[in-house]
């Protein structure tokens, strides 16, 4: 047991990954540790696979998994070994522990992830590929990936997998995207077998796969743009939504950063919120809205951009603002008007968050005069106007304009 230290503070919990060739694929030191641990978390499926090393306990995930985490964690100090698929810190177990337990106190020894095994087989460039696990996860996420020509490969939950992902590309216009299907990768069962999307037929599929995606977009399909400013025709509304260019300024305001939350007030079609998240994955949005109807839209709307996270409180600001976690950005849309509304929103704000508010009626546009004379931040007048036919010629019609003001808490 002298390979695993037990002093506290020292690496008690060593992570090992493996793969579906088992001890054929693990090196000296890491047969060795698992050899010699008394205790040894993992899946059924990792015991099997190196039965032949094990000597201590085993105990398996327990469900809900927290309290496995829970069981490894009161083991702080005392040897642990925690068997893990592929590279446990892509997706995998070691990510989930890191939450945890600190860097310090653990050993890793990794695999090669599946991401790794599927590019090599398929000689795919991995820098190039975008990657992205829907284990237990909604397949919407996949829809802010789907662009012409882009390579994805896909973590999947199941053998049903493969077929869903298929059906989805077929029906937002990406039939004739190629699919391959890697089955239990780096094992005596590895398979691979490629297929349209909309003439997906594969059957018998390995539960543990990867579904690896050449993006072919056909005419009308589904693309969502990475800039801000989507078309509005891309959201399902009633006339309540920020308008493109409007959308694309009020973003533009906002400036996400890096795991920031915002609340989009009055949310109408949600397509502040969910331009936000589509920034990137690590932002989050709640939503809150009044109407019922409008609530349900922008859950639709969230799910067919790919955001399906993106949180809706149905209810009334300011009073549907209270116990809502704090925010680090404010946009106040319809709605905003309403008495007490940016009291509360400024309130809430993080120090060194921002509030954007933006103002149609000359109501609303007094009260953020009132706003920013009292605490200062800026004031912007924005005016659009679309070229349109006037009589037998063209002419410029222009938009309401809008009142924009910014405000960041000191």
């Known amino acids: 047991m002298s390979d695993l230290p037990s002093a ?5 919990l060593t992570i090992i990954g493996i793969g579906e060739d088992g001890p054929a694929g693990l090196g000296d030191e890491a047969k060795r540790l698992i050899a010699a641990a008394p205790v040894v978390f993992g899946g059924k499926r990792h015991h099997e696979l ?28 005392s040897p642990v070994v925690v068997l893990g698929s592929g590279d446990p810190f892509l997706y995998g177990i070691g990510a989930t522990l890191s939450r945890r337990i600190g860097a310090e106190e653990m050993r890793v020894i990794p695999a090669p992830s599946s991401f790794s095994l599927a590019a090599s087989r398929l000689g795919w460039p991995l820098q190039e590929t975008a990657t992205i696990s829907l284990h237990g996860r909604p397949l919407d996420l996949i829809r802010p990936h789907l662009h012409h020509g882009r390579r994805i490969i896909a973590l999947t939950s199941d053998g049903e997998t493969p077929a869903q992902i298929a059906e989805l590309l077929r029906v937002t216009g990406f039939g004739e995207s190629r699919l391959h299907v890697l089955g239990a990768l780096g094992g005596d069962r590895e398979r691979q077998r490629s297929a349209r999307a909309d003439r997906f037929d594969l059957g018998e599929i390995d539960p543990l796969n990867v579904c690896a995606i050449e993006i072919v977009a056909g005419e009308g399909a589904r693309t969502i743009p990475f800039t801000s400013g989507l078309d509005d025709a891309l959201f399902e509304h009633d006339g309540q939504i920020t308008k493109q260019e409007i959308r694309a300024i009020t973003l533009a305001a906002l400036g996400p950063r890096h795991g920031e939350l915002l609340w989009d007030i009055g949310a109408g079609s949600g397509s502040i919120g969910i331009e936000w998240m589509l920034a990137d994955p ?12 409008r609530a349900a839209r922008i859950a639709r709307n969230a799910v067919s951009f790919g955001v399906p996270g993106l949180a809706i409180v149905e209810g009334t600001a300011p009073e549907a603002l209270a116990n809502l976690p704090e925010p680090d950005a404010v946009f106040v849309g319809g709605g905003g008007s309403e008495e007490g509304v940016p009291e509360a929103a400024l309130h809430a704000l ?23 004379q009292q605490h200062g931040g800026t004031l912007t007048r924005i005016e659009i106007a679309r070229a349109a036919p006037l009589g037998g010629m063209t002419g410029w019609r222009p938009a309401m304009p809008v009142t924009q003001w910014r405000y960041t808490k000191k």
Do not use: D, Y
Not at 52 to 75: D, M, N, Y
Not at 350 to 369: D, Q, Y
């Open 282 to 293: 690590s932002l989050r949005t709640v939503a809150i809205e009044q109407s019922g109807e």
């Open 50 to 77: 190196v039965a032949g090393l094990i000597t201590g306990k085993r105990l398996a995930w327990e469900s809900p998994f927290e309290r496995s985490i829970e069981a490894v964690a009161a083991h702080r100090g």
């Open 350 to 372: 993080k120090r060194g968050g921002r509030l954007v508010a933006n103002a149609v009626t000359l109501e609303m546009e007094s009260m953020l005069f009132s706003l920013q």
């Open 8 to 12: 506290p503070g020292q690496r008690w």
